[in-house]
C-alpha cells in the first residue's frame, strides 16, 4: 500500500509541475494581459492542488490532511480574488485590451470613457 501511495504522490506532484509549467507557457505566448492572469490564475489552482495532494500522499497523516485542506482552500479562495483584482486593476489602468467580440466591463467602470472597437480576427503568428 505505501509503494502505491508514493507513485501516486510522485505522479500527482509531477502533474502538478507540468499544469505551471503550461501556465508558464501561456504567460510567454498570450498577448495581452487579461489572458495571461487567466492562465496563471486558473493553472495556479489546479496546479497547487496536485502538488500539495502528492506530497500528503508521500507523507500520510492527520495533521497533513488538516494542513492540506487549509492550504487548497485558502489558496483557492485568494487565487480567484487576487486574479480578479489584478486583471480589473489592468482594466482600470488602460492596458491594451486584445479584442475578439466585445467588452463587457465598459458599462460597469465608472469615468472610463472608451471608444468601441470593431471586432476583429487575432492576427496568426
Known sequence: MNEILTVLGNVLIVAGA???AT???GVARFRDAYMRVSAVGTAG???IVF???GALLLQPAVSNVVKVVLIITIHLITSAV?????ARSAYLTGTPLERYAFDELAADSPGTE???EPARKPAVD
Open 51 to 53: 502538488v500539495v495532494t
Open 45 to 47: 489552482g489546479l496546479g
Open 82 to 86: 487576487g486574479t480578479m483584482a489584478i
Open 114 to 116: 472608451r471608444d468601441p
Open 23 to 25: 501556465a508558464a507557457l
Open 18 to 20: 507540468l499544469v505551471f
